[in-house]
């Protein structure tokens, strides 16, 4: 069977608003637990959101200043168009409003934002360029995703979440130079997914350009490898295995 037959189970199943709802947040608090256990965490920097399935204008988000490697499902709070706490008693990180808020509100066909200091993404961040196809697994970002070429200090206002999420297009990830990477998804899970090996992907670059000159994978094998590995389902799919493995190694994130 090639690779393009595979077929992945469903990332679509039927649910009720408040199953939904709850099911998002299960995998917003296993995603920061993951983002956690994975170093991607700090201090206080960084946030995954999730939209709300009722209120499309709000969305779901650690609150400011709590561990990822502590994250309950029912740490998380929500927060409107404004910045407003709607839904439990802890702020909310400004940076995390002004970015996500916007980047929300210019791609409505997702569901999820993730972002984070994470040690390669951020050094990556700092050569102010695209990666480059040079793994198969690199091949998930081979044209589709974008350099934020700017830095003007802690995004704090929702003009720069604005041009992050101009710079970020129809595209699931923006490299944002000098800061980090932010990746979205149609799902959490595939948000977080892409955040995972987009860190990976630069560090890989990094190390293979400390070592030498890398063969960058031709075109054709490029886009054809980035139909395989990725989309939306295998971007899902690949956070499936770590998903289970969190919540079995700690199941108070579902608290
Ligand atoms: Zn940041």
Known sequence: MAATDVTFPSARIERTIEEERLHRKQQLAGAFRLFGKFGFDEGVAGHITARDPEHPDMFWVNPFGRSFKQM?????????????????DAPVNQAAFAIHSQVHAARPDVVAAAHSHSIYGKSWSALGRLLDPITQDACAFYEDHALFDDFTGVVLDTEEGKRIGYALGDRKAVILRNHGLLTVGKTVDEAAWWFIT?????????????????????????E?????????????????????????DCPDLLD
Not at 72 to 88: A, C, F, K, P
Not at 207 to 215: F, R
Not at 224 to 248: E, H, M, R
Request: net charge negative; hydrophobic share 45%; aromatic share 8%.
């Open 72 to 88: 309950r499902v029912s740490d998380l709070i929500l927060v409107n168009h404004e910045g407003t706490v709607v839904d439990g």
């Open 198 to 222: 987009m860190e990976r992907t630069c560090e890989v670059q990094l190390l293979a350009e400390a070592a030498g000159t890398p063969i960058r994978i031709d075109p054709e094998y490029a």
């Open 224 to 248: 054809l490898t980035a139909s395989q590995v990725g989309s939306n389902l295998a971007g899902w799919f690949s956070f499936q295995p770590l998903y289970d493995k969190i919540v079995a």
